[in-house]
């Protein structure tokens, strides 16, 4: 039986076997991401609709895992639609999209191109 550590903001220690292997989880709840072992895996599951209604008030946009902010596409006072990405950060090598989790408005860009940034950093306030 594998034993799972939580060791940091969107950090886990997996022990199996008598091996430990660090594994880096990231993205919202129906999206998740792993980083594992220099592989990327993707779990998409259905969203209920309570979890699709727009949240009220403002909400944030955090680094799952530290990273390079490799792009931004959001700026301030734009529209976006849940699921478009607004930021891409790179981490171990592998890009990461960073996406709504609902409809808003984008409030203020916290992050630029070429920024190192800690896991939990807000990247992005939103309406």
Known sequence: MAKVTRVGPATYRVEHDGRQEIVYVAGPRGS????WNGEVFHET???ERAEQARPQGPRM?????????????AEPGAAFKRGDTLVVVEAMKMELPITAEHDGIVKAVLCHEGDLVQAGQTL???E
Do not use: Y
């Open 32 to 35: 998740t991401w792993a980083f």
């Open 45 to 47: 599951a259905p969203v």
């Open 61 to 73: 946009l955090a680094s799952p895992m530290p990273a390079t902010i490799i792009k931004v596409m």
């Open 124 to 126: 992005v306030e939103l």
